[in-house]
C-alpha cells in the first residue's frame, strides 16, 4: 500500500473516532448535563471555533477549562437548550465559571 493511502485511511478512522465521542457526549450531557461534562473532560476531547470554523481535536492532557467548556457548549449540534441553560444557571463555582466563559464567546456587536 503507497503511504497516501495509509495516511488518507488512518484520517478517515481518527476522524470516526471522534464522531462517535462527539454522539456520546451529545447523548449523555442531554440526560445529566454534569455525566456528559465528566465524559467530555475524562475523555480529552475539545472542539472549539476559531475563525468561524469547528475545529476537533483530542488533548494530550484533560484539562477541566471553563473556556474549552463553554465553546462546546455553544457549537455543538444536538444539545438539548434547556439542559445547557440548566447547567449555566447552576450555583455550582465551576458551572458559574463556565456560564462567565460562555458570555464572553457570545458576539454581540452589529446587532
Known sequence: ????????????EK????????EQFVLLFNKNADQGISYLVSSGLVWYLNNEEILITFLKQTEDDPAKIASV???????????????LGSHK??????????CHLLDFRNL
Request: charged share 30%; hydrophobic share 40%; no cysteine.
Open 15 to 22: 476522524q470516526k473516532v471522534l464522531k462517535m465521542k462527539v
Open 73 to 87: 457548549l455553544l457549537v455543538t449540534e444536538g444539545l438539548n437548550k434547556e439542559t445547557i441553560g440548566d447547567y
Open 93 to 102: 463555582e465551576k458551572n458559574k465559571n463556565v456560564l462567565r466563559a460562555y
Open 1 to 12: 500500500m503507497n503511504v497516501h493511502l495509509l495516511k488518507e485511511l488512518a484520517s478517515i
